[in-house]
Structure formats: structure tokens, C-alpha cells
């Protein structure tokens, strides 16, 4: 395998290490045990199975790990899934990294503060341009090393500011089709609106949520932080904040989606709109790199569990 597991197709060998994402344990119908391991490397993800786990298995095998694994990729309910057929932990002398293992934005990170920076100074409100600024001040770091998400999109390093960007050139687009749009306004709900993440979530690599996160979740952070923002700049009374606040509290459309409210303003739901054109373009634009011309993409849960197809014509 010379591309890597996400371009792995069913019956192929595989002999690489990979990073362990997760782990854990089952027992067999028989009641034999065995792991589930999620591995990856830069490419992408699979599932794998280490039948007959000892107790010594389940202690070597845990996330966070790097293993050098051979086995076969068979299917299994619709998606490839490895079967291991030997293992064993990396040693030092393999001279492999974590930073080898994980998924990284298709642009550096100096090219993504760049363009945060650039939009910042497209905004004349002064209100609005400050709050942003100091935002995007006290979280720079982390910023442009945290993914967007656990899974499903923009879910690698960098992949927050990476899906920041995207919108922001999409919001420019559409504010040149439609000027009646407050740019300003839509900017900062970009730069923002997910900002709440470098709390919710626990960080580059094996990326889960954190307590935090669990009990409150990334919009009511935000829309907290924006309110303690505003009071440390000494902002009282500008309904600047007040709308900034709303674009956060509905950018996911609906309660059902995540959203406490919908959107009650025009660019709210044009922020929502981008956020998630955006999102389902990630998921689709990787998906369908890792298949041929004329065939199907395997099915995407995010994407109401669809399957597409990558027509074999050229453009």
C-alpha cells in the first residue's frame, strides 16, 4: 500500500503502521475476546479487528499508539474493515511520529492566518473588528492546529481555520452578488462561530469531547465568551454584540440540529447557509477523491447515509 488506508480497496494487503484512534474490547458470540481498533494514518481511517485479544494485547493497544500492522481489508456491513493478521508496537528504532500519522489541511497554517488576517482588515465596523481581533489574539495558537469536528468534516489538524476560510471565501462571493449584505456582521460570525470547539473538543489526535463539551457544548461557550469579551473591552449597550451573539446561537439552523435558536437575521441564515455548504463540500470533495471515475463513494452517514457516484466524464 503506498497511498495510504483511506485509498485501500477491499482484498488488498496491508503491511504499515498506523496510529490507534480508539480502542476497545468485545467478546464473540463463543465468548472469546477481541478488539475493535480504529487505525490511521494521513490519509484516512479503518476500522480493525484483533480476534483472540490476550490481556496483554488490550494493554499494549490503546489510542495514541503507533503499531506496524499486517492484514487484509475485507467488508463488512458496506465499509472496509482490516483484518489483523500480525501486530506489534512501534519500536523507536521504527523512527515513526505521531505528527506522521495525522490528517493536516491542504494549506499551511501561515496561509490561513493570512487570509484571517485579511478579512479582519476588510472590516470597517469598529465594534465587530475588535471583538474579532481579540478573539482570533487569544486563541491564534490553538486555533490553527484544532480540527473542526470529531469526524465528518474538516476533522484534521488545522481543520478548524481551514473551514473558517472556506466560508469567509464564500461569504466574499456573496457579498459581491448581493451588497445589501452587512459584511462586517457576516465576517465575524464566521471567524466566531466556532470558536467555542477549542474548548468543546480536546485537541489534535485522537479528538473526543471533552466534559465541558459534553454538558454544554461549543454555542452556548461562544455566545458566553463573546458576552465576557464585549465587558473586558468595556462594550456596553452596542447591539452589534447582541446580533454577533444570535449569528452563534443559530448558525446550526434548528434545535434538532443543535441550534437553541433559528435564524431571526439575514445573516444569520446566510452564516448558517455557508456553514453548512461548506461542510457537506469537505465531506464530498474527500469522499469522492478516494474513488475511480464511475464509481460510488462509500455511504456517508453525515450526508443521510447516501452514496455518490463520481461520473466518468471529464469537466
Not at 1 to 7: C, E, S
Not at 24 to 31: D, E
Not at 127 to 147: M, V
Not at 276 to 294: E, F, H, I, T
Given at each position: 500500500?503506498?497511498?495510504?488506508?483511506?485509498?485501500a480497496s477491499v482484498g488488498e494487503a496491508i503491511d504499515s503502521f498506523m496510529l490507534i484512534k480508539e480502542a476497545?474490547?468485545?467478546?464473540?458470540?463463543?465468548?472469546?475476546?477481541?478488539?475493535?481498533?480504529?487505525?490511521r494514518d494521513a490519509t484516512g481511517e479503518i476500522e480493525a479487528k484483533l480476534w483472540d485479544a490476550t490481556k496483554e494485547d488490550e494493554a499494549l493497544f490503546i489510542p495514541e499508539k503507533i503499531i506496524k500492522v499486517s492484514g487484509e481489508v475485507n467488508q463488512f456491513r458496506g465499509k472496509p474493515q482490516l483484518k489483523i493478521l500480525a501486530v506489534r508496537p512501534?519500536?523507536?528504532?521504527?523512527?515513526?511520529?505521531?505528527?506522521?500519522?495525522?490528517?493536516?489541511?491542504?494549506?499551511?497554517?501561515?496561509?490561513?492566518?493570512?487570509?484571517?488576517t485579511e478579512a479582519i482588515f476588510e472590516m470597517k465596523n469598529p465594534?465587530?473588528?475588535?471583538?474579532?481581533?481579540?478573539?482570533?489574539?487569544?486563541?491564534?495558537?490553538?486555533?490553527?492546529?484544532?480540527?473542526a469536528a470529531t469526524k465528518n468534516h474538516h476533522e484534521y489538524v488545522s481543520g478548524l481555520a481551514h473551514h473558517i476560510v472556506s466560508m469567509l471565501g464564500i461569504a466574499r462571493q456573496i457579498h459581491q452578488l448581493y451588497p445589501e449584505v452587512n459584511k462586517d456582521l457576516l465576517y465575524a460570525g464566521i471567524i466566531l462561530h466556532?470558536?467555542?470547539?477549542?474548548?468543546?473538543?480536546?485537541?489534535?489526535?485522537t479528538t473526543s469531547y471533552t466534559i465541558e463539551g459534553?454538558?454544554?457544548?461549543?454555542?452556548?461557550?461562544?455566545?458566553?465568551?463573546?458576552?465576557?469579551?464585549a465587558r473586558e473591552l468595556q462594550i456596553e449597550g452596542e447591539e452589534e454584540i447582541l446580533i454577533l451573539q444570535h449569528l452563534i446561537l443559530s448558525h446550526h439552523g434548528k434545535a434538532e440540529w443543535g441550534s437553541p435558536k433559528p435564524p431571526l437575521v439575514?445573516?444569520?441564515?446566510?452564516?448558517?447557509?455557508?456553514?453548512?455548504?461548506?461542510?457537506?463540500?469537505?465531506?464530498?470533495?474527500?469522499?469522492?477523491?478516494?474513488?475511480?471515475?464511475?464509481e460510488f463513494t462509500d455511504r456517508l452517514f453525515a450526508m443521510d447515509n447516501r452514496a455518490f457516484y463520481k461520473p466518468s466524464f471529464e469537466e
Open positions: 500500500m503506498n497511498k495510504g488506508i483511506g485509498y476497545s474490547k468485545g467478546l464473540t458470540s463463543g465468548g472469546k475476546p477481541f478488539l475493535t481498533l480504529i487505525l512501534a519500536q523507536p528504532t521504527d523512527d515513526v511520529h505521531v505528527s506522521d500519522f495525522v490528517e493536516k489541511a491542504p494549506v499551511s497554517k501561515d496561509i490561513l492566518m493570512d487570509k484571517l465594534t465587530l473588528q475588535r471583538i474579532t481581533r481579540a478573539f482570533i489574539k487569544k486563541y491564534q495558537e490553538n486555533l490553527l492546529l484544532y480540527p466556532d470558536l467555542g470547539k477549542l474548548r468543546e473538543l480536546s485537541g489534535m489526535v459534553k454538558l454544554l457544548g461549543h454555542i452556548p461557550i461562544m455566545v458566553e465568551e463573546i458576552g465576557l469579551m439575514r445573516e444569520a441564515e446566510i452564516l448558517h447557509l455557508i456553514d453548512l455548504m461548506d461542510a457537506k463540500m469537505n465531506m464530498l470533495n474527500r469522499a469522492l477523491d478516494k474513488v475511480k471515475p464511475g
